[in-house]
């Protein structure tokens, strides 16, 4: 039975916990905010005011946005009625495990706590809650700003449960997110990890002077960038390899791209991962044709071009 979410409670107004907040009520939800900053109202405020205008872009109703938000006095009170709990405070696993604590004691038995963390699993914060508290904490972490980038990071921790996992999906997914289910807890997580992964080498390239900041920002959104947002790069790969595929790219290029990569940390791809890789590429993409797959690849990057085009005629 799906969970009906009617209340969220926001536990930390900065931007994530402010962009959070303008997309909770833009969805009809009741949110109730709870940080120890001074401005915290004028602070929401000015939020939902610049936010506005980005969610009703997005087809969503905004009239009466500021009317489904409240400032609550304090982390009891903002979760006392709570459906849903985010909570987007210090990045330290310390602070984390004490408001926890806080949050699985005045929250309702029955409303899910997550936690906006883009690096700490939750395992590490959750050692000392009951079992039926633990089973409802995961981590949401969202890129910012929650309220246009659409993905949501659901990771369970150690002893979350199976029926908050899908909870978590049923939430994110109500308010317009993208979520996906991580099955193994990691440091950073997937999103971090790859951005982190990328930034590293265009620091190098930049610092070795390959590259100007500038080119090879231009290189990503002209290239990779492009490539990537409309089918990723295991995709990407796989139609780079023509009809016969991930399977025919690695068999032609595998080993000199391993090359390219060399000293940066990477295991080589020895047989047997290499095979496994494969397969799992075929099993994802392999219901579906060459050209039914460039096809949508192909529309897909028209339309982000001619996305970019308007928006840099609209500045100019």
Same mark, same amino acid.
């Given at each position: 039975?799906?969970?009906?979410f ?7 107004a ?10 909770f ?20 405020t $000015? ?8 969610l009703?872009?997005?087809g ?6 500021? =009317? ?8 009891t ?5 709570a459906d849903?709990v @985010?909570?987007?405070?210090p990045?330290?696993? #310390? ?6 604590a806080?949050?699985?004691? $005045? ?9 906006s ?6 395992s590490?914060?959750?050692g ?11 981590? #949401? ?7 246009l980038?659409?993905?949501? %990071?659901v ?5 979350? =449960?199976?029926?908050?996992? @899908?909870?978590?999906?049923d ?13 193994k807890?990691i440091?950073?997580f997937? #999103? ?7 930034s590293r ?7 070795q002077?390959?590259v ?9 959104t002209?290239s990779?960038g492009?490539?990537w947002?409309?089918v ?6 796989h139609l ?11 068999a ?5 791209? @391993? @090359?390219?990569?060399?000293? =940066?940390g990477?295991?080589p791809?020895? #047989?047997?991962?290499?095979?496994r890789?494969?397969?799992?590429? %075929? ?5 579906s044709?060459?050209s039914?797959?460039t096809?949508?690849?192909?529309r ?14 609209? %500045?100019?």
């Amino acid at each position: 039975m799906t969970r009906a979410f009617r209340t969220a409670a926001v536990i930390g107004a900065g931007t994530i916990g402010l962009s959070w907040t303008a997309l909770f009520a833009a969805h009809g939800l009741t949110v109730r905010v709870s940080d120890p900053r001074e401005d915290l109202a004028e602070a929401v405020t $000015e939020a939902l005011e610049q936010y506005a205008p980005h969610l009703a872009a997005r087809g969503l109703d905004v009239t009466g946005l500021a =009317g489904r938000v409240h400032i609550a006095a304090d982390v009891t009170d903002a979760v006392r009625d709570a459906d849903v709990v @985010q909570e987007n405070g210090p990045e330290r696993a #310390g602070f984390k495990k004490d408001l926890f604590a806080t949050l699985a004691r $005045e929250a309702p038995a029955h409303a899910l706590l997550l936690s906006s963390s883009s690096a700490i699993p939750s395992s590490a914060f959750t050692g000392e809650l009951a079992d039926e508290d633990a089973a409802r904490v995961l981590i #949401g972490h969202p890129f910012n700003p929650p309220h246009l980038v659409p993905l949501v %990071e659901v990771v369970p921790g150690e002893r979350t =449960g199976e029926e908050a996992v @899908q909870a978590a999906l049923d939430f994110y997914t109500s308010v317009g997110r993208t979520p996906v289910v991580e099955r193994k807890e990691i440091p950073g997580f997937v #999103g971090n990890r790859l951005q982190n992964a990328l930034s590293r080498e265009a620091v190098y390239l930049v610092d070795q002077g390959v590259v100007t900041p500038e080119d090879l920002d231009k290189v990503m959104t002209n290239s990779l960038g492009l490539r990537w947002a409309t089918v990723g790069p295991f995709l990407g790969s796989h139609l780079g390899g023509g009809p016969g595929g991930y399977r025919h790219l690695v068999a032609h290029i595998g080993a000199s791209m @391993q @090359q390219t990569g060399a000293g =940066g940390g990477t295991p080589p791809l020895d #047989g047997e991962r290499q095979e496994r890789l494969i397969e799992a590429v %075929e099993k994802a993409y392999g219901s579906s044709t060459y050209s039914e797959l460039t096809e949508t690849r192909d529309r897909r990057q028209l339309a982000v071009l001619a996305a970019l085009d308007s928006t840099e005629m609209e %500045e100019n």
